[in-house]
């Protein structure tokens, strides 16, 4: 098994990085130029997306309205690479970060908005899953430093002393301009779990033998306290997705039987996944220099143009084991001080070679920077007379991961072999969802969210 050793350095002094950092935050906590018209011309045909402005078609989803909106962070507070989730009545917090493409500050609020486990807004009134005020406003805004681009960088932390939850569940904080909360920006999704279940968790091979290098096997069991659950048949929805993917994530499979207040799930062909392979890395932490897999690095019309070192199909390449951190982005920069606003943008231009267009579908980049999800906005476009996909991003200093994942037209299906390869030997992350909709609560309870790692069950 190869390391890469350069990476993994590289890796090491980012996540140091990032904690040294964070404790500067927690010691700050209380903390809270004019510009040249050509700095804005990437966004000049930029519009709000109207026909999202209505409420009775606001997405229940990570969605962004207002294309000026970047680098939207939701997680634990002081914890960067952690997952959008709080334990009711804990006294976590999670903080909500994003910039605006724009040198004068706006004054924006937020809301949440309760949904059942299908991401549909449920029946409870606001009062019945809020205590607190529902409309509540960015106090800490800034903005940016010593860049090219110049941007306002906004931040809140909730629960705080004017808004808390009064139940689990899934979650939208919806984000909009000054009393107007019918003219969002964007939504966020997060959880408010219970955590009053155990997981037992074991990742192996799967029970096809011809799949057993390119698959990993996920069976679970949760353990429960009695009477805590009536039907378990019927009242529980239990969702399985790796590293966040929700296009092949498992969902609506009973458990196979239930003994001494435990639910077993032990399947052999409906909790498997494709292995995948590793992420890719692009490290952006610096635009001054060609480092790393940055090829090119130039400063045009006040506006920074990088060009990645040329990706590679790695369909039918052994597994070569490299650290990565799932999908996920840190926003960094080796340039500046604070990285929330000192941290710069830049068109950057990922190219995969391949030796004709794909007749049946597309592809697109995936992982934290697309929301994780499959969006025409990442999709790669092909270049006949340099015969590769292509796919410009404007992105904010920092480290990113990210995959290629092939769309069928047809199906619609995302498929990870087609340019990644697929292997048991990935390691990867299983987050489990374990919803329980209570026939006296009338609405869907969180009891779990658990995230799993695969290397631990091999």
């Not at 906004?154 to 899934?170: I, K």
């Not at 107007?180 to 964007?186: G, Q, T, W």
């Not at 015969?387 to 299906?413: F, I, P, R, S």
């Amino acid at each position: 098994m190869i390391i890469n050793n350069k990476i993994l350095q590289q890796l090491h002094i980012i996540v140091a990085l990032s904690m040294a950092y964070a404790c500067t935050l927690s010691s700050n906590s209380s903390s809270s130029s004019k510009i040249a018209s050509n700095q804005f011309e990437h966004i000049d045909s930029l519009a709000l997306k109207e026909d999202f402005f209505k409420e009775e078609t606001i997405r229940y989803e990570d969605y962004i309205y207002n294309d000026k909106i970047k680098s939207i962070l939701l997680h634990k507070r002081n914890v960067e690479l952690g997952e959008p989730y709080l334990i009711l009545n804990s006294t976590d917090q999670l903080i909500l970060r994003f910039d605006e493409l724009d040198n004068e500050f706006n004054s924006y609020q937020y809301q949440f908005i309760h949904c059942n486990s299908k991401w549909e807004k449920s029946n409870l009134s606001e009062m019945e899953y809020i205590s607190g005020f529902n409309d509540n406003y960015f106090e800490n805004s800034s903005k940016s430093f010593n860049t090219h681009q110049q941007y306002v960088h906004y931040w809140a932390t909730f629960p705080n002393e004017d808004v808390n939850f009064l139940v689990s569940g899934n979650y939208i904080v919806k984000v909009f301009e000054e009393n107007n909360p019918e003219k969002p920006i964007f939504c966020k999704k997060f959880y408010i779990t219970e955590q009053n279940i155990q997981a037992e968790i074991n990742i192996s091979y799967p029970s096809d033998i011809e799949q057993k290098y390119y698959q990993q096997e996920v069976d679970f069991n949760f353990n429960y306290s009695s009477n805590q659950i009536i039907d378990p048949y019927s009242n529980v929805n239990v969702i399985v997705e790796q590293n966040h993917r929700h296009d092949n994530c498992i969902s609506g499979i009973e458990p196979n039987f239930v003994r001494e207040n435990k639910l077993v799930y032990n399947y052999d062909k409906e909790n498997v996944f494709d292995g995948g392979n590793e992420f890719r890395y692009i490290n952006l932490t610096s635009f001054q220099t060609e480092i790393d897999r940055i090829a090119k690095s130039e400063l045009t019309d006040s506006t920074f143009k990088i060009t990645l070192t040329a990706d590679e199909k790695r369909t039918f390449k052994r597994y070569l084991e490299k650290p990565d951190i799932n999908g996920k982005l840190l926003i960094k920069t080796i340039d500046g001080q604070d990285w929330n606003t000192e941290g710069d943008y830049a068109n950057v231009k990922f190219t995969l070679p391949y030796r004709k267009t794909l007749d049946q579908g597309d592809l697109y980049i995936y992982g934290q920077l697309s929301n994780w999800k499959i969006d025409p906005e990442f999709q790669m476009k092909y270049n006949a007379t340099t015969a590769t996909y292509e796919k410009e991003l404007y992105l904010k200093q920092g480290y990113y991961n990210y995959l290629y994942l092939y769309v069928n037209d047809t199906t619609k299906g995302a498929d990870i072999r087609h340019i990644e390869g697929s292997h048991f030997d990935t390691e990867n992350e299983y987050i489990f969802k374990v919803y329980y909709s209570d026939p006296g609560d009338f609405y869907d309870r969180l009891l779990l969210y658990h995230v799993a790692n695969s290397r631990k069950s091999f």
